[in-house]
C-alpha cells in the first residue's frame, strides 16, 4: 500500500511539474485557421467569431470556478476598455455546465465583452481543453497566432496584441 502511494504521489508531481512548465510558455500554432463557432452570448445575442474578422480577438476559455480565471478576467476587461478603439476585442468562454453562476460572475466582475457558454464540440475544435483558462490571441484576419494554457502574465498578451492591433488585415 505504502509503495502505492509512493508511486501515485510520485506521478501526481510529474504531472503538476508537466503542467506548470507548459503553462509557463506560450504556443504559437503556427498561423492556423481559427475554428469558426457560433454561441448564444449571456444577453440572448449570438456570438459568432466570424463577427469579429478584421479586429483581434483575445478567446478566453475560462470557469466561475477557476482561480487562475478571475485573476486574469480584470486583466481582459482592462484590455477590452484600452483596445478596443484599436480594433481589440475579447470573447469570453466559459466551460461551466450552467448558465446562472456565470451571469452572476459577469455581473459581479463586470465584465465588459461578450460571454457564451462553450461546449464540449467547441472545446474539441480547439485542441481539447483540459486545463483551464486557456486563452487564444486571434490576428485580424482571423488565425490563431498563440495559445495560452493556463495562467499568463497579463504583460505577455498585451504585447502580442498591441503587435496585432499594429498591423492592418490583409
Not at 72 to 83: L, S, T, V
Request: proline share 8%.
Amino acid at each position: 500500500m505504502k509503495k502505492l502511494l509512493l508511486i501515485l504521489a510520485a506521478g501526481l508531481l510529474l504531472l503538476g511539474w508537466t503542467l506548470w512548465q507548459h503553462s509557463a510558455k506560450p504556443r504559437t500554432t503556427g498561423l492556423r485557421p481559427a475554428p469558426a463557432f457560433s454561441l448564444t452570448d449571456l444577453s440572448g445575442r449570438t456570438v459568432s467569431l466570424s463577427d469579429y474578422r478584421g479586429k483581434v480577438v483575445i478567446l478566453d476559455f475560462w470557469a466561475t470556478w477557476c482561480d487562475p480565471c478571475k485573476q486574469e478576467i480584470p486583466h481582459f476587461i482592462e484590455m477590452q476598455n484600452k483596445y478596443a478603439s484599436q480594433g481589440l476585442q475579447v470573447l469570453g468562454v466559459s466551460m461551466d455546465d450552467d448558465e446562472p453562476p456565470v451571469r452572476q460572475f459577469q455581473q459581479q466582475f463586470k465584465m465588459n465583452y461578450p460571454v457564451a457558454i462553450g461546449n464540449p464540440k467547441l472545446a474539441d475544435q480547439y485542441g481539447g481543453i483540459l486545463g483551464l483558462p486557456i486563452t487564444f490571441v486571434i490576428d485580424r484576419n482571423g488565425r490563431i497566432t498563440v495559445r495560452h494554457v493556463g495562467a499568463t502574465d497579463p504583460s505577455v498578451i498585451e504585447t502580442e496584441i498591441q503587435k496585432l492591433l499594429a498591423q492592418p488585415p490583409s
